[in-house]
């Protein structure tokens, strides 16, 4: 049995939410997202990266269904997937506080 026979399509989702949770910048763009809505002519001044850097990191969450968005004319706008994102961020933290 070869790895390709035994891979799982979920597990592999589940394999990219892990690598999307894996950037610390990542997991402050979810807390800031989990607070509501925002452009991201709002999210990139919270950080010390250029527009593309911030770019990449909103679309491996996106890729990975932690987050959507929306275009309103020349802006876009990001949110949370889904309130679950949010729960999953917020048991990240407790576990990491276990260690």
């Excluded at 990219?16 to 800031?32: N, W």
């Excluded at 990139?44 to 909103?58: A, C, K, M, Y």
């Excluded at 309103?72 to 949370?80: A, S, T």
């Amino acid at each position: 049995m070869t790895n390709d026979d035994i891979q799982n399509p979920l597990d592999e989702n589940i394999a990219e939410i892990g690598q999307a949770l894996g950037h610390p910048i990542r997991l402050q763009i979810l807390r800031l997202l989990a607070k509501g809505e925002l452009c991201g002519c709002e999210i990139v001044p919270e950080f010390e990266l250029d527009q593309s850097g911030i770019s990449r990191h909103l679309t491996a969450l996106k890729r990975a269904g932690l987050i959507r968005s929306r275009r309103d004319g020349v802006r876009i706008y990001w949110k949370l997937a889904d309130r679950q994102v949010a729960e999953l961020l917020l048991l990240a933290e407790e576990i990491a506080q276990l260690r």
